[in-house]
């Protein structure tokens, strides 16, 4: 006999360091799951990019089981992550926050493909120049 799909819960969490404690536990626990069950799993699927923000899209069934898919850390993560930076500009058309190269760019748009909507690593990286743009980060060769 199948099981039937719930319902579906997005979080973020930071991969592997998840707690029981809130925002984390209160969502989990609305949703029907064993939050240190969840919590065991998540850390061990997720060790290797320890400390990074990662959205998590969880899957609940009727019988109380759940599974769960971890996606790529946001973009804006990535880009910053690259450049050592904390944030972006506020006002990106007056004041830029930092440089790019085209090869980070590239590097980013790799890493971010599997959760993009583009055919080809050429759009991909427009689609990740375009974000730099919106954090005032500039694009230089």
Request: glycine fraction near 8%; proline fraction near 5%.
């Amino acid at each position: 006999m199948a099981k039937t799909l719930l319902k579906q819960v997005k979080v973020q969490a930071i991969a592997g360091k998840a707690t029981p404690a809130p925002p984390l536990g209160p969502v989990l626990g609305q949703a029907g799951i064993n939050i240190g069950e969840f919590v065991n799993q998540f850390n061990e699927q997720t060790r290797e990019n320890m400390g990074d923000l990662v959205p998590v899209i969880i899957s609940v069934y009727d019988d109380r089981s759940f599974d769960f898919i971890v996606k790529v850390s946001p973009m804006s993560r990535l880009i910053l992550k690259k450049i050592g930076l904390q944030k972006g500009s506020g006002k990106n058309l007056v004041s830029k926050a930092g440089k790019i190269t085209k090869a980070q760019v590239k590097e980013v748009a790799e890493q971010k493909m599997p959760d993009l909507n583009a055919a080809s690593i050429e759009a991909a990286m427009k689609i990740v120049e375009g974000s730099c743009f919106s954090m005032g980060i500039e694009v230089v060769d």
